[in-house]
């Protein structure tokens, strides 16, 4: 175990270096003069040759990559050409917003994904498993932005509904934009978390119904142990397994999508931070947040395989 | 009466086609017919390609015609899906843009499968140190979740239609990649291959007379499906103002509009998410159906 572990770990070292490089190269690869266009087209050259001398773009490539690892690996992202300020300091700011809204949207999608995928893998081909399978489909053909924007109209500009929550129909009450409080967390959470949940209740869904034709659930049952037991205690416990690498990549998938859901709820994230330096031409601050996000990506990708790992020696074990 | 062993060799004539290939594909066919829901994802997709062939002709407006009187306007009689901020018709602008929809989606893959198919065929083909370094760039491409890469891309390229499409395109490219590998390997071990090695035939004639024939299922399977995955994140783009420019008709950057006005006017916003949900719904449902089909592990 610790072999892999170690071997798994080696392996994500190119990955990683692999992640440098394309996000180095993006400054570069611009068309025109990165130094020009940060300083605007109309800037005074010697403005355009001060941001050159400053991000070293007069140094041969290899040698700004080389710095531009060294500093990265010392927490040295470079300065902001908007603020000014550390990128690092601009991403730390909203680092833990972004985790937030990926971590409640994961909880969130577990929940409703497994709920949903037991249920229909137990009733089989049932109006129930029918309409959640719909139900999940549209969840997975729906964009984010929109399911989000459709939630600020309903939940928190207010439509006429029957006063079963007295909250809802109070338009004060769920917030349109925003992060930290109740009220601004759940429009955002479902919206992130809707198509995850989709993914999560359809693999479920397959994985229950693969466990649930083997031969041992059928001695389980062969045995009169309660359906319920069946189910929850040797079904669903090896369901999962398939099941955890699809919530930690999903979990991944949320980083991306948080561009979008948090450019909607106007929330302070790294997604929003990526959009806001795209068009201000904020080159550094986006190689910096794309850099945090693709590394906390992999290093998710790394964990789910040793869980994964993990849980199906336990099961060897067993 | 007829003669009963003529009517034996019709009847075999009909069940029993002379090419095997023809055969798979004819069951494939079947398998497809009797699933619902990927007949109904076909029938969108069908409905789809007709209103962007034909739809442009007989839309009630211009797409980008402004009435500044009639701005706003809620769904009726007149505007079937009400007007937008500048008095234009919100149907015909959906119904002009469902071309640049499927255009989008069908380009990008076309682009990224043919690119992932040919490096995942190389790799698993040649193996060795080719196959490392292949896999270990498709390693990297897969290290941007979701829509970052794209993002990331056409940030560099700038916002317009054609970077969206060469960005959700390169984006696909270690997804067709690695699901090819896995089934050049597999074929690559048969015997036939071998055989038509032992025989002389050429790396070229082998990878495409041979081997790609044999792997086209998964390929047609995951090019489906990530249709709909493009339709999402070309729109996505579009509605982060990274994609079509104003004042393309392309559903993103029209719902990207209505976000402004969702106190007043939400059909500006709703209609052009419709589309969307419906255009990725159908991909979405056929390319399930394809994957049960093509499965042979699945039911007839």
Known sequence: ?318 | MSDPVQMMNKSNSVIKPSNPKTKKWIDIFDKLRKNKSAMVGAALIIFLLLVAIFGPFFSPYSPNTQDMLNKLQPPSSDHWFGTDNFGRDIFSRIIHGTWITLFVGFSSVALGATVGTLLGIISGYYGGRLDSIIMRCMDVLLAFPGILLALAIVSILGGSLVNVIIAIAISSIPIFARITRGSTLSVKKLEYIDAMKALGASDRRIIFKHIFPNITSPIIVQATLYIATAVLSASGLSFLGLGAQPPTPEWGAMLSDGRNFLYNAPHVAFFPGIAIVVAVLAFNMFGDGLRDAFDPKSKE
């Open chain 1, 1 to 318: 175990m610790f072999k892999f572990i170690v071997r798994r770990i080696i392996q994500t070292i190119p990955v990683i270096i692999g992640v440098t490089i394309i996000v180095f190269s993006m400054m570069h690869l611009v068309p025109g003069d990165p130094a020009q266009i940060m300083a605007g087209e109309s800037a005074p050259a010697q403005q355009v040759e001060n941001i050159r001398e400053r991000l070293g773009l007069n140094e041969p490539l290899p040698k700004q990559y080389l710095s531009y690892l060294g500093n990265a690996l010392l927490g040295d992202l470079g300065n902001s050409m908007r603020s000014g300020r550390a990128v690092t300091d601009e991403i730390s700011a909203r680092f833990w917003v972004t985790i937030e809204l990926a971590i409640y949207s994961t909880i969130l999608a577990v929940f409703i994904g497994l709920i949903a995928g037991v249920i229909s893998a137990t009733k089989k081909y049932s109006p129930q498993d029918t309409i959640i399978m719909l139900i999940a489909l549209f969840g997975l053909s729906m964009p984010n932005f929109w399911l989000g924007l459709m939630l600020i109209q309903w939940f928190s500009i207010g439509i006429d509904l029957p006063n079963w929550f007295p909250f809802i129909n109070d338009t004060s009450w769920f917030k349109p934009s925003g992060w930290g409080s109740f009220q601004q967390i759940v429009l955002p959470v479902i919206t992130l978390g809707t198509g995850s949940a989709a993914i999560i209740a359809r693999m479920t869904r397959s994985s229950m119904l693969e466990v649930i034709g083997q031969d041992y659930i059928r001695t389980a049952r062969a045995k009169g142990i309660k359906e319920r037991i069946v189910i929850y205690r040797h079904a669903l416990k090896n369901a999962l397994i398939p099941v955890v690498t699809v919530v930690g990549l999903q979990f991944g998938g949320l980083l991306g999508g948080a561009v979008l859901t948090e450019t909607v709820f106007a929330i302070n994230g790294m997604g929003k931070l990526v959009i806001d330096s795209i068009a201000a031409r904020d080159f550094p601050v986006v190689q910096g947040t794309i850099l945090v996000i693709a590394l906390l990506f992999v290093l998710v990708n790394l964990f789910v395989d040793i869980t994964y790992r993990l849980l199906n020696k336990r099961i060897d074990l067993d």
